[in-house]
Structure formats: C-alpha cells, structure tokens
C-alpha cells in the first residue's frame, strides 16, 4: 500500500509553545489531506481537510487559529498547534487519499503539554 | 448525518477461533467502506476497502463484506493468532465529500 509519513512521532512541549506536525506522502501525491485527533480509548474525529494549494475545511468546533493546516505541495501538509495548553494533548494522525480511493494513514504523533 | 456503530467494543478469544466484528451506519448512501487496524499507540494500517458497488473484499484470512441497503459491514477473521490482537475500526465515506466517519472500533485480544 501507499506511505504516508508522519514526523514526530511523539513530542513534549511547554504550555504555550508552538508544535508542527509535518504528514507526507512518500510515493505518491495526495491533493487531499486529512488531519484526526485520538483521545485514549476512543475513535478517530477529523478536525480538518487540507487541500493543497488552498484554505483547509475545518470540522464544526475546531478552532481554524489554534490548528493552522499548511499544504503547500502535493506531498506535504503540516498542522501546527499554536499557544498550546496541556488540553491539546492528544494523538494526532494525517490521512492522504490515493486516486483509487483507499485512505492511508501516517503513523501518529503524540502531543504532551506540559 | 452519518453514524457508524461498531460491535462488539471488546472481544477476547482463544487462538484458531473464527471470528466476526460487526460494523453498522445509518446513511445507506456510500461511496466506499474501509476497515483497518490500529496497534497502540500506532496509526492505522489499512486492511480492506469495499466500494458502493461491491459485496465483499478478501485479503488473506480476511474477509469484509458489505450489505449497503441494510447498512451493515462485517469482518470475518479466521483462524485467529495472537498477532491480530488490535483494534478494528470501520469508517464509511459518503457520496456527498470526501471525509471518513469512523466507528467506535472493537478491541480484539487473541489469548495463545
């Protein structure tokens, strides 16, 4: 199957630092990207659809100025988790889909704030 | 708007058994159905993708299939080993946009 990258794979931050999360897609281009948040014991909730070349979509209660989505390329986008406070703490994952349709997921990167 | 339930949410067996994880959505319109597997603390790997117009997909010891009208996957996993030991998660994409709504998942331990 495709390879979707993700980097890091966990961090550790101060409360009110700035964290990037870079996803890229290794052999293949992904005009759409998607960006979910895993809380422990529960499901995958998107929080965003990174177009590239364009704004990304953000799901209802996401705050867009909190988690800025670049996709600037057509294998990269990155989410940054701006002024973050330990409730940001979580997994998050990217997502590219390929033109047959199968969505591939990059391997996570989780967030503490300390 | 799309829900997905998944059951059961745990399952515990003994290795060599068959197994089936049941997945349900309420919006029969579909564009796809994809089923992966989640390690802890990992991403999801792929396992199955079943389009709109298809019944079942087979990978392996794998099997999906899909009853759209019903709204009802299922995923059959035989001869189970420790090894499949993971959470399953089923996720639909509807006609309308591309995003994904995931199920609950079903945790599976597989006992040697």
């Known amino acids: 199957g495709a390879v979707v990258s993700q980097h890091p794979s966990w961090v550790i931050c101060k409360s009110g630092t700035s964290v990037k999360i870079e996803c890229r897609s290794l052999?293949?281009?992904?005009?759409?990207m998607f960006w979910y948040r895993q809380f422990p014991k529960q499901s995958l909730m998107l929080m965003a659809t990174?177009?590239?070349?364009?704004?990304?979509?953000?799901e209802q209660g996401v705050e867009k100025d909190k988690f800025l989505i670049n996709h600037a390329s057509l294998t990269l986008s990155t989410l940054t988790v701006t002024s973050a406070h330990p409730e940001d703490s979580s997994f998050y994952i990217c997502?590219?889909?390929?033109?047959?349709?199968?969505?591939?997921f990059g391997e996570g990167s989780r967030l503490t704030v300390l | 708007k799309q829900e997905v339930t998944q059951i059961p949410a745990a399952l515990s067996v003994p290795e060599g058994e068959n197994l089936v994880l049941n997945c349900s959505f309420t919006?029969?319109?579909?564009?796809?159905l994809q089923w992966f597997r989640q390690d802890p603390g990992k991403g999801l790997t792929s396992l199955l993708l079943?389009?709109?117009?298809?019944r079942e997909q087979t990978s392996g010891r794998l099997n999906a299939s899909l009853d759209k009208s019903s709204g009802r996957s299922t995923l059959y996993i035989a001869a189970s080993q420790p090894g499949d030991s993971a959470t399953y998660l089923c996720?639909?994409?509807?006609?309308?946009?591309?995003?994904?709504?995931f199920g609950q998942g079903t945790e599976l331990s597989v006992k040697p």
């Open positions: 997502s590219a889909r390929v033109p047959g349709g199968e969505l591939f």
């Open positions: 052999d293949f281009q992904a005009t759409t």
């Open positions: 990174s177009n590239e070349g364009s704004k990304a979509t953000y």
């Open positions: 919006d029969s319109a579909i564009y796809n």
């Open positions: 079943i389009q709109s117009s298809q």
């Open positions: 996720a639909v994409r509807g006609n309308q946009g591309g995003k994904l709504i």
